[in-house]
């Protein structure tokens, strides 16, 4: 198949080349397109064959339910059985953003949206183009990040192409993204709500509008032993190819413990990397040192972590160490997202 790569101005959206865009969603095809957490591989979500070619494009098991992503509030009422009180105040809230919520399912989703589910994934971006080509696409579009399973999710169009080029009908491109990590996913069919997956929206801003809400227990720790309730959280998501570790401590321990541990793989003949901050850049003496910003603007960290991930890929970096970051507010969901990408190897030295 030949992927289309079409140019889309934010701020100017082309009417013509979005209508062209649902219009190959509504005929059963695939479009990737930008959203403000990070680029979604869309597909007509009341379409179960869609689904099916979206499972097949990422080379994603079949158990790993999609984001059904939509565009204004009646929409939400026909994909979701019942629309409980804490959803309308948490939209009202928060969408359109980067938040996903968990509801009952309505008939009209086909199971192999919601991956064999009662419970359907909603969530209604903030992000332009991605509004315009909900609408255009008839209203339900199916999105999982547009990565080939197992690879970081993509914050620019080009890291689409790499992974989709090829396997999707088309890509609309509008540059990078805003925020670099996946929504947060909050479950609202349990009591209290429970947080699946943190994001740019913390447990504390959820908490100002529904009272307590929960953390899945195998958010931040190892799972082994204990089934995250979103499935995707399941697999070894983000995983670099180098084998990445965790080292958490203060500042120069941390910088002693990794160039210590350099200097062994360097002997060993092995290329070496470090994540880091700006703060701290100068002073490894791994191969390659990747920046990930400054420590004090977390949004900037997220931002750039899947890009930096991606790149010591194709750098071929076999041994990389990271920093370890605060798990305070969006802080939270880098340390989640790094986490995974180690395995949760981590250590921590003082
Ligand atoms: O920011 C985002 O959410 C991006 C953009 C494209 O919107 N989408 C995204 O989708 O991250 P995906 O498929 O990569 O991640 C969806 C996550 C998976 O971990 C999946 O298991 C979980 O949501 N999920 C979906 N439906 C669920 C359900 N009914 N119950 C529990 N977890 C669910
Ligand atoms: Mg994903």
Redesign the pocket.
Known sequence: METKLVRIDENHIDAALIDAAGEVIRAGGLVAFP?E????LGGDALNAQSSEKIYRAKGRPSD????V?IADMDALGTVAREVPESARKLAGRFWPG?L?M?LPKADIVPRET??G?D???V?M?VHPVARELIRAAGGYVA???ANRSGRP?PTLAKYVIEDLDGRINMILDSGDVEIGL??T?V?LTTEPPAI??PGYITRRMLEEVLGEVAEDGTMMRDDSGQAP?????KYRHYAPRGELTIVDGTGECVIEYINGRIERHRAEGRKTGVICTDASVGRYRADVCKSAGDRRSEETVARELYRILREFDDENVEVIYAEAFDTDGIGQAIMNRLLKAAGHRIVHVS
């Open positions: 959203t957490t990070v680029y979604g790993n339910p999609l984001i992503h980067p996903t968990i919601t991956g589910l419970t359907v994934a969530r971006p999105a999982p990040s999710s996946e929504s996913i479950d699946l997956r309730r979103a499935p995707g959280m």
